[in-house]
């Protein structure tokens, strides 16, 4: 049984950095590509950023590039994501997922919900003005 469990989240002031860490269990964490999305109240759930299986690809939302950063550790079988200059609008629950498939997925689907089987229960992050 795959379970995602997010941590980092919290109230931060605009401008300032929080790290969100996804610890992964269930199946060979190695073998599958992670993600992080985020939905804000009101809003549908949004990609933010991905890495693929080997850590050697990262994708980013381009409201996010520059700003925050994907990474894994296979060891720790847990995914990252640093976010650095934040924005009142980055205020959101942020969500960790992992792919469906094993492996190789095409550029396109790091960036939709569908091609993620596994979601963690979220984070929020606050960020104040």
């Known amino acids: 049984q795959v379970q995602l469990v997010e941590s980092g989240g919290g109230l931060v002031q605009a401008g300032g950095s929080l790290r969100l860490s996804c610890a992964a269990s269930g199946r060979t964490f190695s073998s599958y590509a992670m993600g992080w999305f985020r939905q804000a109240p009101g809003k549908e759930r949004e990609f933010v950023a991905a890495i693929s299986w080997s850590g050697g690809s990262t994708y980013y939302a381009d409201s996010v590039k520059g700003r925050f950063t994907i990474s894994r550790d296979k060891a720790k079988n847990t995914v990252y994501l640093r976010m650095n200059s934040l924005k009142p609008e980055d205020t959101a629950v942020y969500y960790c997922?992992?792919?469906?498939?094993?492996?190789?997925?095409?550029?396109?689907?790091?960036?939709?919900?569908?091609?993620?089987?596994?979601w963690g229960q979220g984070t929020q992050v606050t960020v104040s003005s």
């Open positions: 997922a992992q792919a469906g498939r094993d492996g190789y997925l095409p550029t396109s689907s790091y960036y939709t919900t569908s091609s993620y089987d596994y």
